[in-house]
């Protein structure tokens, strides 16, 4: 087992198709593949999680392809792409938009904004990743009182939050504390909310 006496660290597991030749079609007779590999932790200094990070907005768009909307498939090179924008180690994470405009999340992130009352999340039925936190925050966020709607984002709406955070199963959640140029106060947030989030990053 790749994870024994392995104390913390990142199991990563893909499901192919199986092996084939070349084309498109895939072979009939292929047998399911699993590849696991483990990784270190990500380094990520620790105040991120709770003093907040930097995060622009990316050029690169999020293909449309309701097909593929909310799974997590290999074919990412949208945010191969967006990533590639920036080197600056101070910003922690890229917003990307849909052809449309719409937000859709972030390059390895889901989005949350929030009003001070309820918590918004981007619908992600053309494009984007259903992120397993994402599925957390919104049930944890029922259990704490607070309603969260998955809708359409538009960029202009970013302005208006009085917070913004992203989360991934890795991170947990990042509250966001600059936004292409910004400032934005972390404390704002549902606290509680983003710290439970936080709890499970660990414990997953």
């Known amino acids: 087992m790749l994870a024994a ?3 913390d660290g990142v199991l990563k597991i893909l499901i192919t198709r199986g092996s084939g030749g070349r084309g498109y079609r895939p072979d009939p007779a292929a047998s399911v593949r699993r590849v696991c590999t483990r990784f270190e932790p990500p380094a990520y200094p620790p105040d991120w999680a709770t003093e907040g990070v930097a995060v622009r907005i990316c050029d690169t768009r999020a293909s449309h392809n ?10 990412r090179l949208d945010s191969v792409l967006a990533r590639a924008e920036w080197s600056d180690p101070g910003i922690a994470e890229g917003l990307m938009l849909a052809p449309a405009g719409e937000l859709v999340g972030g390059t390895m ?5 929030w009003d001070g009352r309820t918590l918004a999340t981007p619908r992600l039925d053309v494009c ?3 992120g397993t936190m994402r599925s957390r925050a919104i049930g944890l966020a029922a259990d704490h009182g607070i309603p969260c709607v998955e809708r359409v984002i538009r960029r202009e709406e970013l302005a208006g939050a009085r917070g913004i955070f992203v989360t991934n199963a890795l991170i947990g959640a990042w509250p966001v ?13 549902p606290l509680a909310l983003l710290a439970d989030l936080r709890e499970d990053s660990r414990t997953t």
């Open 5 to 7: 006496g392995c104390a």
């Open 66 to 75: 309701p097909a593929l909307a909310g799974i997590k498939h290999l074919n």
């Open 109 to 113: 992130s889901n989005l949350f904004l």
């Open 128 to 130: 984007g990743v259903a």
């Open 177 to 189: 504390r600059r936004l292409q140029g910004r400032a934005l106060d972390p404390g704002l947030l």
